[in-house]
């Protein structure tokens, strides 16, 4: 079996988990772009996030990974002393800090920071430990509220003011952590005009949007010479779905209670599915509550209609199979509950056949006695 990595002990200081590597990027006919690349959790030792990604592009590159997976807490010296290092070396005219999910907190929060470069972030949490996000998975303390998190995070507040480069900020509002950090940013968007240079573009996508957009070649367009306008390539896949903040907030606010163990409100969640019908993510969850409530019907009818609308889209057969695979799984052990054991074995077997078997698909099958074929 594959040995999973492991993070480096906590108990060590925070700079004993940044690792860099620079690479300068031909010796001719560069683009004089420093792409500052912040890995995603749970790359290994040796190894970057997107770095095959950017070694097929011209520009210069550093690369950075916090192997705590403690979405780089604590290593702001390290990494300014690293880009000052880079910047030195290759002599850019721009600058780019890009990153997903944790590596898109700190591309948001290095630009935000030093104020010398285009930011690309992908997925950021701009309440790191939210009970919900990912970065609470990895055990990242509960800020509290969302003006403890910005005083957590210096950098952060900045966010209330006019950036001095452009900030592309891509949320896939499937997912709720990433509904609330565009509820943030397009209210406070919405008060201070002066605040165009802040793109919060709002995505049909998950948490790793990154790997969707990848999969339909738009990353690869947006980052070849960072000159194209990222709005125009997702617009083109029909990806951008504006929502009104209103909509983002009371969605990430009502997940994140059931995370907890409280099912939100049923008349709030139809409420919310006025401002976004048909709304794939508030779908899953009215259908987790539902079947919180033991009412499995009604999640199965709801799940069934959230992965209809994913078919029913061509730019959503490239979300991530991991999350694709989830509703489906759900919809199975639903059906198990209900005594439609024959069902719910054809469903698995059937995505089973779709995608790689993985440790859930495994397991449910066992649990519930599926033989399924060979992977």
């Not at 509904?179 to 201070?192: Q, Y």
């Not at 199979?321 to 509703?327: C, G, M, V």
């Not at 439609?340 to 074995?345: K, L, P, T």
């Not at 995608?355 to 397991?363: C, G, Q, R, S």
Request: charged share 20%.
């Amino acid at each position: 079996m594959e040995q999973m990595p492991q993070p480096i002990p906590e108990k060590d200081p925070p700079e004993a988990s940044l690792r860099q590597r620079f690479v300068s990027g031909p010796q001719s006919g560069g683009s004089g772009i420093l792409t500052v690349v912040y890995s995603q959790v749970r790359v290994p030792e040796g190894r970057f996030g997107l770095e095959r990604l950017f070694m097929d592009t011209r520009h210069a590159c550093l690369f950075l990974n916090d192997l705590r997976w403690r979405w780089y807490e604590g290593q702001t010296a390290a990494i300014d002393a690293a880009i000052d290092a880079a910047v030195a070396e290759a002599k850019p005219s721009r600058i780019i800090h890009y990153g997903s999910s944790m590596g898109g907190h700190a591309a948001l929060a290095a630009g935000l920071r030093r104020g010398d470069g285009e930011v690309h972030s992908f997925g950021p949490e701009l309440e790191p430990g939210r009970p919900g996000t990912q970065s609470a998975d990895y055990g990242l303390p509960h800020p509290g509220t969302a003006a403890q998190a910005l005083t957590l995070a210096l950098e952060l507040a900045r966010l209330e003011t006019p950036p001095a480069h452009p900030l592309h900020l891509y949320f896939g509002h499937f997912d709720a952590a990433d509904a609330a950090g565009a509820a943030r940013v397009l209210t406070r968007k919405a008060e201070v005009p002066a605040m165009a240079g802040v793109h919060a573009h709002e995505l049909a996508s998950c948490h790793a949007s990154h790997d969707h957009l990848y999969a339909l070649n738009v990353i690869r367009k947006i980052i070849r010479t960072f000159e194209r306008d990222p709005a125009a390539e997702l617009a083109a896949r029909d990806l951008l779905q504006p929502l009104p903040p209103a909509f983002h907030a009371g969605f990430a606010q009502a997940a994140e209670l059931l995370v907890q163990g409280i099912v939100p409100d049923e008349a709030e969640l139809l409420r919310l599915s006025g401002l976004a019908p048909d709304h794939i993510g508030l779908l899953r969850l009215r259908a987790d509550a539902a079947a919180a409530c033991g009412n499995l019907e009604a999640a199965l009818a709801l799940m069934t209609e959230a992965e209809a609308q994913i078919a029913s889209h061509p730019g959503l057969a490239a979300l991530p199979k991991r999350w694709r695979k989830d509703l489906t799984l759900a919809r199975i052990r639903w059906m198990a509950d209900l005594g439609r054991q024959a069902a719910a074995a054809d469903l698995l077997r059937s995505l089973a056949a779709q995608m790689p078997h993985d440790a859930k698909v495994l397991a449910l099958a066992g649990e519930l006695g599926i033989n399924l074929p060979e992977s």
